[in-house]
């Protein structure tokens, strides 16, 4: 598998991320601990971000591959993959994603923790298939899946592993709006661009009151998870 890589372009007050590592942009260490470098970045500049995959793959999700190797791994894998959701849903600037194709499990969750999600109108499955390969969806997941989808989706898309195309996704509340592929990048940009026009420290002081909820919930989450996983994982 190629590097993970997490490229980063800054204009007009917008930092561009784009996972690329080749294949299914999975959410190993490297590929989470790139992507908090960029945010760390796009901070430091004072930049809305606008994040995408490479052409037909948003994310695959977490990397399968860890869950073969030691629990050291796994274990700051998943709570890596964690923090980032709480850390998007708290940016305290716009957050725009533009899923480029598949958003699948860990895919899916960071797709729902930012705040405008644009999609490509065709080709793409969304979907949380964790019990589908055998896996319990963790708590911190089930928070993200609940501050985002219309509530007679939740059960679907968490206890059925349900798949959804696109338009199927914008109705559940994936999605906000959907894009053809070749345009997807400049709509996505033009709605970031937008944000900016914004009162900043209206839109971060809103953005956390309307969440607050939501991220006590999600924090109180990531502590059982933790929990969990260190029982797990890291119990001999």
Not at 112 to 136: H, P, Y
Not at 171 to 193: F, I, K, N, Q, Y
Request: one cysteine or more; glycine letters at 6%.
């Amino acid at each position: 598998m190629s590097a993970p890589r997490v490229s980063y372009e800054f204009s007009d007050g917008i930092a561009t991320l784009t996972m690329d590592d080749g294949k299914a942009n999975a959410m190993s260490v490297a590929m989470l601990q790139a992507l908090n470098n960029a945010l760390d970045r796009a901070q430091a500049d004072g930049a809305a971000v606008l994040l995408t995959g490479r052409p037909g793959m948003f994310s695959g999700g977490f990397d399968l591959a860890v869950f073969k190797r030691g629990p050291d791994e796994l274990y700051r894998m998943l709570e890596a993959g964690a923090r980032l959701t709480e850390r998007l849903l708290s940016f305290p600037k716009p957050v725009v994603a533009a899923c480029s194709g598949h958003a699948v499990a860990m895919g899916l969750f960071l797709l729902l923790s930012t705040d405008v999600r644009i999609g490509v109108d065709s080709g793409a499955r969304l979907q949380a298939n964790e019990v589908q390969i055998g896996l319990t969806l963790p708590h911190f997941a089930i928070e993200v899946c609940r501050q985002r989808l219309a509530p007679a989706h939740l059960n679907l898309v968490a206890a059925t592993a349900a798949p959804y195309t696109p338009e199927q996704a914008l109705a559940a509340g994936m999605l906000d709006e959907l894009a053809p592929a070749a345009s997807l990048l400049a709509t996505a940009r033009e709605r970031t661009a937008k944000l900016l026009t914004l009162n900043a420290e209206a839109f971060t002081a809103t953005k956390l009151r309307l969440r607050a909820e939501s991220l006590t919930a999600l924090r109180a989450a990531i502590d059982a998870d933790l929990a969990d996983w260190s029982q797990r994982f890291r119990s001999a």
